[in-house]
């Protein structure tokens, strides 16, 4: 990156942060109530503890504060977190179709979601109901699986963890099919959840998803330098003084990690982790000093977008988050496909 | 000093020998080119003379300290490689490519500073890749990129640099201009530089040693008058040649 990009870079990333929080607040008056901007900087000042001369229906507060602003700010970590993953996961496989859920977190999720639908729907300890938790510990116990399957000595191969990924993936499903076979009644939940919302969104899913976020990101960011070089290819890499091992070892468990937080919160999203990383590659290029930054406001403004219109555009009725991100990133893949045919040939 | 000794190592592919009981020792501020026929062992034998393989029995000193005794990034401070392998399939700039040489040199969240931008830039004078800082990696010819790997090497800052097959793949004209600059770091800056190659002739003509290589063992080692010998062509690829000694380096045309 030439000191120009650096300038471009800073300028990028506050007109991001802008369009960020002007969505975030034509969001917070989005809904099946609209309220309007003014009635929300009241609500706002008034949280704050500062006078509001006009009272305000309470109803109002209570939309805003505690179902609202949870919910957009967990819908931005999500769309941030899985950006940032698909992008160091396409560094680490060197595959551009790479996505946050290649190690078989969405399919262990789903596993767990839906043992936790059919066997205990509803219950629910410190705020996060038993679904999240199992699709959290499937999740993991997935990553756990393939990681060691796709492991040589101390080595870990990358295509033995795309192959292990794609077999965990069928066994799964062909599980959640049998299950969804066995407990007809709980069809819909399951399907939904597989969908993707963020109808159960609360204080409590934000403070339990802050800190490993942040840890995260933080670990990403200080790894921009060698994923950069990681991707000229491995021995480069080692030669250029990166732990090469050490370093795929930690990005992926690390990674996994927080996809296994996002989907527990969310269901599976797609698209997000593939189309954002893709987005910004071709307007930046491929260092990740400005991937990483650009792609988590990228991916937060996505998918609080997504969640707005999943939850206003048909009144009364939501859609899962996870269909709209499909239907807009489907046909948007294709463009970026067909504009960059003559490259990928 | 010695820049590489390597010390009776052998090394294995599964149940393969690739290399048997191998010996060297590389001095200082030489150009030394590793010679023979395809499956001889050369790139094995770079490998675990830069650490990406490691001997099976044996052991290798870098500038007299034990090759295990040194981090990644101590060991990128005093050998760089352009390995034949490197991926083109991400949008790199060129200086940015250039600019990762300074990653043994980087802490976290560090940028590059100017002194390390005046490193690449250097580098980039000396390769003849300025005009080219801008551009894509991967829209670029293969002569160009090659000559901005080593420029990334350059950037190292290194004691030693490793080249495999540099120019295999390439024409003549740059086949030519790849070994001259790596003769003029060679000469200018006391660089010692060990690379793999295929070309006998071009081999000859650059390298102040030639190590010819066959079945994973060392056949003979030393100056190229006399390596290039019609019994070690013989001998090494089975091969009859003529030997053209007009020139102030031995020749071959094969018969």
């Given at each position: 990156?030439?000191?120009?990009?650096?300038?471009h870079?800073?300028?990028?990333i506050v007109?991001?942060?802008?369009?960020?929080?002007?969505t975030?607040i034509?969001?917070?008056?989005?809904?099946?109530?609209?309220i309007?901007?003014?009635?929300i900087?009241?609500?706002v000042?008034?949280?704050?503890?500062?006078?509001?001369?006009?009272?305000i229906?309470?109803?109002y507060a209570f939309?805003i504060?505690?179902?609202?602003l949870?919910?957009?700010?967990?819908?931005?970590?999500?769309?941030?977190?899985?950006?940032?993953?698909?992008v160091?996961?396409?560094a680490?496989?060197?595959?551009?179709?790479?996505d946050?859920?290649?190690m078989?977190?969405?399919?262990?999720?789903?596993?767990g979601?839906?043992?936790?639908?059919?066997?205990?729907?509803?219950?629910?300890?410190?705020?996060?109901?038993?679904?999240?938790?199992m699709?959290?510990?499937?999740?993991?116990?997935?990553?756990?699986?393939?990681?060691n399957?796709?492991?040589?000595?101390?080595?870990?191969?990358?295509t033995g963890?795309?192959?292990?990924?794609?077999?965990m993936?069928?066994?799964?499903?062909?599980?959640?099919?049998?299950?969804m076979?066995l407990?007809q009644?709980?069809?819909d939940?399951?399907v939904t959840?597989?969908?993707?919302?963020f109808?159960?969104a609360s204080?409590?899913q934000?403070r339990?998803?802050m800190?490993?976020?942040?840890?995260?990101?933080?670990y990403?960011?200080s790894k921009t330098?060698?994923?950069?070089?990681?991707?000229?290819?491995e021995?480069?890499?080692?030669?250029?003084?990166?732990d090469?091992?050490?370093?795929?070892k930690?990005?992926?468990i690390?990674?996994?990690?927080?996809?296994a937080f996002?989907?527990?919160?969310?269901?599976?999203i797609?698209?997000?982790?593939?189309?954002?990383?893709?987005?910004?590659?071709?307007?930046?290029?491929?260092?990740?000093?400005?991937l990483?930054?650009?792609c988590?406001?990228g991916g937060?403004?996505f998918l609080m977008?997504?969640?707005?219109?999943?939850?206003?555009i048909?009144?009364?009725?939501?859609?899962?988050?996870g269909?709209?991100?499909?239907i807009?990133?489907?046909?948007?893949?294709?463009?970026?496909?067909?504009k960059?045919?003559?490259?990928?040939? | 000093?010695s820049?590489?000794k390597v010390?009776?190592?052998?090394?294995?592919?599964g149940?393969?020998?690739?290399?048997?009981?191998i010996?060297?020792?590389?001095?200082?501020?030489?150009?030394?080119?590793i010679?023979?026929?395809?499956g001889?062992?050369?790139?094995?034998?770079l490998k675990?003379?830069?650490?990406?393989?490691?001997?099976?029995?044996g052991?290798?000193?870098?500038?007299?300290?034990s090759?295990?005794?040194?981090?990644?990034?101590?060991l990128?401070?005093?050998v760089?490689?352009?390995?034949?392998?490197?991926?083109?399939d991400?949008?790199f700039?060129?200086?940015?490519?250039?600019l990762?040489?300074?990653?043994p040199?980087m802490?976290?969240?560090q940028?590059?500073?100017a002194?390390?931008?005046?490193?690449?830039?250097?580098a980039m004078?000396?390769?003849?890749t300025e005009?080219?800082?801008?551009?894509?990696?991967?829209?670029?010819?293969?002569?160009?990129?090659?000559?901005?790997?080593?420029?990334?090497?350059?950037?190292q800052?290194?004691?030693?640099?490793?080249?495999?097959?540099?120019?295999s793949?390439?024409?003549?004209?740059?086949?030519?201009?790849?070994?001259k600059?790596?003769?003029?770091l060679n000469?200018?800056?006391?660089l010692?530089?060990?690379?793999?190659?295929?070309?006998?002739?071009?081999?000859?003509?650059f390298?102040d040693?030639i190590?010819?290589?066959?079945?994973g063992a060392?056949?003979?080692?030393g100056?190229?008058?006399?390596?290039?010998?019609?019994e070690?062509?013989?001998?090494?690829?089975?091969?009859?040649?003529?030997?053209?000694?007009?020139?102030?380096?031995?020749m071959?045309?094969?018969?």
């Open positions: 990156m030439n000191k120009k990009g650096v300038t870079k800073k300028t990028v007109i991001l942060i802008l369009a960020l929080l002007i975030g034509f969001s917070l008056t989005q809904g099946s109530v609209k309007p901007v003014s009635h900087a009241k609500v000042m008034m949280e704050l503890g500062m006078g509001v001369d006009e009272m229906k309470p109803s939309i504060i505690n179902i609202r949870p919910r957009i700010i967990i819908s931005t970590i999500v769309g941030g977190i899985l950006a940032i993953i698909g160091a996961f396409q680490i496989f060197k595959n551009p179709m790479a946050p859920y290649i078989g977190v969405s399919s262990g999720a789903a596993f979601a839906t043992l936790g639908i059919v066997f205990g729907w509803g219950m629910s300890f410190a705020g996060l109901n038993l679904i999240s938790g699709a959290f510990v499937g999740a993991l116990a997935t990553v756990f699986i393939v990681y399957m796709a492991k040589f000595g101390s080595k870990v191969s990358t963890i795309l192959l292990a990924g794609i077999v993936n069928a066994f799964l499903s062909s599980l959640i099919s049998l299950i076979i407990y009644n709980d069809i939940k399951i959840w597989t969908m993707g919302s109808n159960a204080w409590d934000v339990m998803i800190v490993p976020a942040t840890l995260g990101i933080l990403l960011i330098n060698a994923l950069n070089v990681l991707v000229l290819g021995d480069e890499a080692q030669n250029l003084g990166v090469v091992q050490k370093l795929k930690q990005t992926l690390i990674s996994s990690f927080l996809a996002a989907v527990s919160v969310s269901g599976i797609g698209f997000v982790g593939l189309i954002i990383p893709h987005l910004f590659r071709m307007i930046f290029g491929a260092n990740h000093k400005i990483i930054p650009t988590f406001i937060a403004l977008g997504c969640d707005t219109l999943a939850r206003s048909v009144p009364n009725m939501e859609i899962p988050v269909i709209i991100t499909s807009f990133g489907g046909p948007f893949f294709f463009y970026l496909l067909y960059n045919k003559r490259k990928l040939v | 000093m820049a590489l010390k009776d190592i052998s090394f294995r592919y149940v393969d020998d690739v290399l048997r009981t010996s060297l020792n590389i001095g200082t501020g030489q150009l030394v080119s010679l023979g026929p395809n001889s062992g050369k790139t094995t034998l675990n003379m830069c650490h990406i393989l490691e001997p099976h029995e052991g290798i000193d870098v500038l007299d300290q090759i295990e005794r040194y981090s990644y990034k101590e990128a401070k005093k760089a490689v352009v390995h034949q392998s490197a991926e083109h991400f949008e700039s060129v200086e940015e490519v250039v990762m040489g300074r990653y040199y802490k976290h969240f940028n590059e500073s002194n390390d931008y005046k490193i690449a830039d250097e004078r000396k390769t003849s005009h080219l800082r801008h551009k894509s990696i991967k829209a670029i010819s293969g002569g160009e990129r090659q000559r901005v790997m080593i420029a990334r090497a350059l950037t800052e290194t004691d030693i640099l490793m080249l495999d097959e540099p120019i793949h390439l024409d003549i004209k740059y086949q030519i201009e790849i070994l600059l790596c003769k003029r000469l200018e800056k006391q010692t530089i060990v690379t793999t190659l295929h070309d006998i002739n071009l081999a000859s003509r390298s040693y190590v010819l290589m066959k079945d060392i056949i003979k080692y100056k190229p008058e006399d390596v290039i010998t019609i070690n062509i013989m001998k090494v690829y089975e091969l009859d040649v003529e030997l053209i000694e007009s020139y102030s380096y031995p071959i045309i094969p018969g």
